[in-house]
Every structure is written in C-alpha cells, then in structure tokens.
C-alpha cells in the first residue's frame, strides 16, 4: 500500500511539474549593469553635511538646512545614500526649548528631503564643537527635555534614519568630558547620568534604529545598565 501511494504521489508531482512548465515557460535576458556602484540606502561609505560648509565659518554654517537638490547632487557625484549631519543645540543648551523653527526648518525639512532624494540620515544631535568656543553640553534635566520634543519628529520619519550617534555629551558629541558632570559615573554608576540619557534616546527614537556609542569600554558597561528591550540596538564605534 505504501508503494502504491508513493507511486501515485510521484506520478502526481510529474504533471504538476510538466503542468508548471509548459503554463509558465519564458525566456529572459539580463543586461549587465555597468555601474560599479551599487545604491543601498543601508550600506556603503556616508558622507556628512557638514562638509557642505565649504569654507565657511564651520560652527556657522555646519547646520544649514538640507536641500533636495544638493541631496541628489551628492548622492550622484559621491555615489552614496548614507549622509551624516550634527544637530547643533547649542542655542538651547541653558535649558530653553528647542524653538518651534529649529525644529520644522532643520528637524522636519531635513527627514522629508532626505525621504525624497532615497536617502537615509546618520543623526549626530550636539551643544557643543568648536574648541574655540567654551565647551558647554546641557544639564540632564534639558537633555532629557529636549529628547522629548525630538521624539514625535523622528517617530514620524523612522524610515528615513539610519542610526544615532550617541551625541549630546560633551565636545563634539564624543563623551570625552562634560562640563554638567553627564559622565560621572560612566563605568560605575548604572545609574549615571549618561546611562539615563542613553535610556532616553532610546525609548525617543524608533526601535528599528540603532545607538552609537564613541568608546567600546562604555558599551561593555552599559548593555547590563539599559532596562528597555532596545538594549541590543546600542553598539560601539
């Protein structure tokens, strides 16, 4: 009996498969791409807006608006769909709220054109560059308040962002100093400041997106310390 099903069963898959091939048959021919680049919107080399200063006084002119044009433009010339651009808050750091222009003029304009030109955006928010400046980043309070109107923005556009530099502390972003003490504690304290920032961003940015922290040690330290399930989307650079 066993033989005889698997008989009738074979004999089933041949007409299925003669069926399938002579319903579906066609001949197609592939044209080879002669373009070394391959345009992955999630891959590849980046290249940062800040750049675009062009000579200018950089702490300036670094956070200029996006513009859709020049967006195509880079993506064409430097073959790239990865564009990296710091925030700079500094305007902000003593505890105001990031003015509604800031954020529909810098914020919302850059995630739609990014949207629009096939792009995805690195985002570095900061207080504090230039060295020639005092180097000033914001007390945890307007940190954390900051975040919270950031949020609903990137929220909206999460399929525009690619990843989040950790940002925000100290000169350049980097966590190397902080001049509100966001890093005492940084190895010691689950509880320190940075590692509160850390929580924050990442219940303010959509789960899919990913942390990048400046230093492996940190990123040893802090996986134990985040209490959110986003805890596997931080990593080190």
């Not at 195509?72 to 505890?95: E, H, P, Q």
């Not at 005092?134 to 309070?141: N, V």
């Not at 966590?175 to 920032?197: D, E, K, Y």
């Amino acid at each position: 009996m066993r033989f005889s099903n698997m008989t009738y069963l074979g004999r089933l898959l041949l007409i299925v498969a003669w069926a399938t091939s002579a319903t579906f048959a066609a001949t197609i021919t592939y044209t080879e791409d002669s373009d070394p680049y391959l345009m992955n919107p999630e891959r590849g080399w980046y290249y940062s807006w800040d750049a675009e200063a062009n000579g200018l006084d950089w702490f300036t002119n670094h956070d200029s608006p996006m513009t859709l044009a020049r967006l195509r433009a880079i993506k064409a010339g430097k073959k790239v769909t990865l564009i990296r651009k710091y925030y700079s808050l500094w305007d902000f750091r003593n505890g105001a709220d990031i003015s509604s222009d800031y954020l529909e003029t810098h914020i919302h304009n850059d995630l739609t054109v990014v949207e629009q030109a096939g792009m995805k955006l690195i985002c570095v928010v900061i207080y504090s560059w230039s060295e020639d400046l005092p180097i000033e980043d914001a007390s945890l309070a307007t940190v954390k308040k900051h975040l919270a109107q950031l949020k609903p923005y990137w929220r909206d556009h999460a399929g525009q962002i690619y990843a989040w530099f950790g940002g925000i502390i100290g000169n350049d972003g980097e966590w190397r100093t902080s001049s509100n003490g966001l890093l005492n504690g940084v190895t010691t304290n689950q509880n320190a400041p940075c590692w509160q920032i850390a929580d924050t961003l990442l219940a303010a940015i959509p789960p899919t997106c990913m942390v990048h922290l400046r230093f492996p040690g940190y990123t040893m330290f802090v996986i134990p310390c985040l209490q959110m399930p986003a805890r596997r989307t931080i990593r080190a650079i």
